[in-house]
């Protein structure tokens, strides 16, 4: 399935260009995210956006390989496994009661550039 990367980069921006990356070390203390992590909720709850989010960050963190480095930010040198650790930490603060798919069971997803017009049409919306 077709999913708009822009939609999915502008929530994980939220983690990984906003104030936790401007620690010495923001990946020795995960916690530090926490409020980037609530910031990305609250805006993809008001967006109407959560349940792509939840896919799609489930997507990454069973299936990183290649795609995961895609929404890595431009202000911290995030490898995949930091990424995945992060978006794990996201998904266990917003979703603590829906179990992660296992690698090869998520969601097979492809992160493609398209307009909010086409993603409109892909999804319905209006």
């Given at each position: 399935m077709k999913?708009?990367?822009?939609?999915?980069?502008?929530?994980?921006?939220?983690?990984?260009?906003?104030?936790?990356?401007?620690?010495?070390?923001?990946?020795?203390?995960?916690?530090?995210?926490?409020?980037?992590?609530?910031?990305?909720?609250k805006r993809a709850r008001n967006e109407g956006n959560l349940d792509w989010l939840r896919l799609a960050l489930d997507s990454l963190i069973a299936s990183p390989r290649g795609r995961i480095g895609q929404f890595a930010g431009q202000q911290y040198p995030f490898d995949e496994a930091e990424l995945q650790a992060l978006f794990r930490r996201a998904y266990g603060m917003i979703w603590p009661d829906q179990p992660l798919s296992e690698p090869g069971d998520e969601a097979d997803l492809e992160f493609v550039d398209m307009s909010a017009e086409e993603w409109a049409a892909v999804t319905g919306a209006s």
């Open positions: 999913i708009r990367k822009e939609l999915i980069a502008g929530y994980t921006r939220l983690l990984t260009m906003g104030r936790a990356v401007n620690a010495p070390d923001p990946m020795a203390d995960l916690s530090r995210f926490d409020a980037d992590i609530r910031a990305m909720h």
